[in-house]
């Protein structure tokens, strides 16, 4: 029986894990440490390593699983970015779930648009008070408004679809277009000075890092809608708790957050927040924050565990890897796998 290290485990992880376990017969070691230079140890004695968006997979991290004689990690999520594969490569195998439900984080995304625009969440709390005013809770017809979509992958066109649903112009930014009717692909540039709303459902490389800067602020309508629930290092932080208190950015739903490492996914009630940027964000009336939850969906959690147990079959009977990644793969057509059907 191949023994699991689970780690950052939640207990809906097991509810959608442990059926799937029983019928690949893996022993599931769960861990609620996130996986990082020191939680590592844990995974002494597994055959392999089950890691997640704010699991660190970075050179000590490699070099540690490797000396244990484990030379898997199976990520259960699309996005790669807490991988260091230079120092993976030869080393670790990184298996992922390239696709898993593009509906639960495009639906997602168009509710925190909706959330923000018809202000749901201040309403939520005024009615608990028994304040029925609708002072302040002034929207607009998202119908003929124009969305700027930044990356048009899985995710991305299942968004354009309900944006189109919605009757909305969609502007699109992708380095590799999809063309498509109703879509009109621009710069990056050219969406920021056109967009009522941006969209961002691009992976975070060295490329996108920042991409939402002061700069590209600075271009947008007055009073934009920026949603990001790709990867929190694609918006610049400060740039953007400027761009909040100068009014230029009208509001902003989060569901990442660059530094949220730390704090995504633990109950830090009753703490005093140490990261003030985090605070100050959470503190504006305009924000709508949430904890990297987009994926989660039933369908989403069920598709996660089953190829994340498929990927780690295919692993320890030696066969192919379609669901292996390298850094050679990342950077398009320079990974040999089509020969050798393992990325190494
Ligand atoms: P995908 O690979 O299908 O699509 C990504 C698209 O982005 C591609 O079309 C690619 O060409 C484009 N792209 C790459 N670099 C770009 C750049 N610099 N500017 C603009 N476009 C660029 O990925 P996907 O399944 O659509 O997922 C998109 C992202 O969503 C993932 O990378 C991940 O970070 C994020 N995600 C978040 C959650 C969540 O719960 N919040 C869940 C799943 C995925």
């Known amino acids: 029986m191949k023994k699991l290290c689970f780690f950052d485990a939640k207990p809906y992880d097991k509810i959608y894990f442990d059926p799937f376990a029983k019928e690949y017969n893996y022993e599931i070691l769960y861990c609620d440490s996130k996986l990082n230079e020191r939680s590592v140890v844990f995974a002494q004695g597994c055959d392999a390593v089950v890691a997640f968006v704010n699991d660190r997979v970075n050179g000590a991290v490699v070099n540690a699983l490797s000396e244990m004689g484990i030379s898997v990690v199976a990520l259960r999520c699309a996005g790669y970015n807490n991988v260091d594969f230079k120092e993976a490569y030869g080393k670790v195998h990184i298996v992922r779930v390239p696709a898993y439900?593009?509906?639960?984080?495009?639906?997602?995304?168009?509710?925190?648009?909706?959330?923000?625009?018809?202000?749901?969440?201040?309403?939520?709390?005024?009615?608990?008070?028994?304040?029925?005013?609708?002072?302040?809770?002034?929207?607009?017809?998202?119908?003929?408004?124009?969305?700027?979509?930044?990356?048009?992958g899985k995710i991305g066109q299942v968004f354009i679809d309900i944006c189109l649903g919605f009757g909305m112009k969609v502007l699109a930014y992708d380095p590799y277009p999809k063309e498509r009717d109703g879509v009109r692909y621009v710069t990056f540039e050219e969406l920021c000075r056109h967009s009522d709303m941006i969209s961002l459902h691009c992976p975070l490389t060295r490329e996108s890092y920042?991409?939402?800067?002061?700069?590209?602020?600075?271009?947008?309508?007055?009073?934009?809608?920026?949603?990001?629930t790709s990867r929190g290092a694609l918006i610049d932080s400060t740039a953007l708790i400027e761009g909040l208190k100068e009014g230029k950015i009208g509001a902003a739903g989060l569901?990442?957050?660059?530094?949220?490492?730390?704090y995504f996914y633990e109950d830090y009630s009753g703490a005093v927040m140490p990261d003030d940027e985090l605070a100050r964000i959470i503190s504006m009336p305009n924000v709508l924050l949430t904890s990297h939850q987009a994926f989660l969906t039933r369908e989403a959690l069920k598709n996660i565990a089953e190829t994340t147990m498929e990927n780690l079959r295919q692993y320890f009977d030696g066969e192919a890897l379609p669901n292996e990644i390298c850094y050679r793969c990342a950077k398009r057509g320079s990974c040999k796998r089509e020969h050798k059907e393992r990325c190494f």
């Open 255 to 262: 569901d990442v957050y660059e530094e949220e490492g730390d």
């Open 101 to 152: 439900s593009p509906y639960a984080v495009a639906e997602f995304t168009m509710g925190m648009f909706l959330a923000l625009n018809r202000k749901l969440y201040r309403a939520y709390n005024r009615i608990r008070e028994y304040n029925f005013s609708l002072i302040g809770l002034l929207g607009m017809d998202f119908h003929g408004k124009t969305m700027g979509v930044v990356g048009t």
């Open 210 to 228: 920042h991409l939402v800067d002061e700069k590209a602020i600075r271009t947008m309508k007055d009073g934009v809608m920026l949603v990001n």
